[in-house]
């Protein structure tokens, strides 16, 4: 049971490349999130999905996308990398009242 | 208007004491959710403590309590008998709608407090 994951560890970008964040849980949760923590601060929220097929923006979605094909996965997709996205990105699943959160993506955008 | 406010940036606290993290909130919903979180340096986010707007106890999980005052709008942390292990960043959060089902157990975290504990 490996939890939540999360892949890369870390990467940088050029201004303008993609790349997708991918995420993966084991524990059969229907909710799944995914936040950036810029440094110093706390998370922000920027998509989640209640379920497979079904997803909403959360409070900054500008500059992502993502898909929930499967339970399992959700990865996040960035079109256009720009610096203001320069970020630890966190993937949670939840379970009731609780979000268990994967190791993080720290991406460098440059 | 921030919607979780942690007023105390840093702190120190001597090993074995108790230490009080602050965190204030703000919302309009009846029926809501607060959360705890420890960020170690390491980076993983770990679930501590949560608390519902209508539970009349405080919650506790071994030596985190968390002292609500609805009244006050405040979820404030205290670890007992704080140790080394005890050093990171510390986040409150808030679920704000009365479910997961109805409000997808979103969370809105605050700024962090960062404890340190010395020996």
């Known amino acids: 049971n490996a939890g939540v994951t999360q892949t890369p560890k870390f990467r940088i970008l050029k201004i303008g490349q993609s790349m997708t964040l991918q995420c993966a849980q084991d524990m059969n949760h229907n909710y799944m999130y995914w936040y950036r923590q810029d440094p110093g601060m706390g998370l922000k929220l920027i998509y989640y999905s209640v379920g497979a097929g079904i997803t909403d923006k959360g409070e900054v979605p500008n500059g992502y996308n993502v898909s929930r094909s499967t339970t399992e996965d959700f990865p996040l997709r960035l079109e256009l990398a720009a610096p203001s996205q320069t970020s630890v990105y966190f993937c949670?699943?939840?379970?009731?009242?609780?979000?268990?959160f994967g190791p993080g993506t720290r991406l460098l955008v440059l | 208007a921030q919607k979780i406010t942690q007023t105390q940036p840093g702190m120190f606290v001597q090993e074995k004491e108790a230490v009080t993290l602050d965190c204030t909130y703000d919302t309009s919903d009846q029926s809501y959710g607060l959360f705890w979180y420890k960020q170690p340096s390491s980076g993983e986010m770990i679930f501590l403590i949560y608390q519902g707007s209508y539970d009349e106890q405080n919650a506790t999980e071994g030596r985190y309590s968390l002292n609500f005052q609805k009244a006050r709008k405040s979820a404030n942390l205290v670890i007992s008998a704080s140790q080394l292990g005890d050093s990171a960043m510390y986040f409150c959060?808030?679920?704000?709608?009365?479910?997961?089902?109805?409000?997808?157990?979103?969370?809105?975290f605050g700024g962090g407090t960062r404890v340190l504990v010395k020996p």
């Open positions: 959060a808030m679920r704000e709608g009365p479910g997961i089902k109805a409000a997808g157990n979103k969370l809105t």
């Open positions: 949670a699943s939840g379970y009731r009242e609780t979000q268990y």
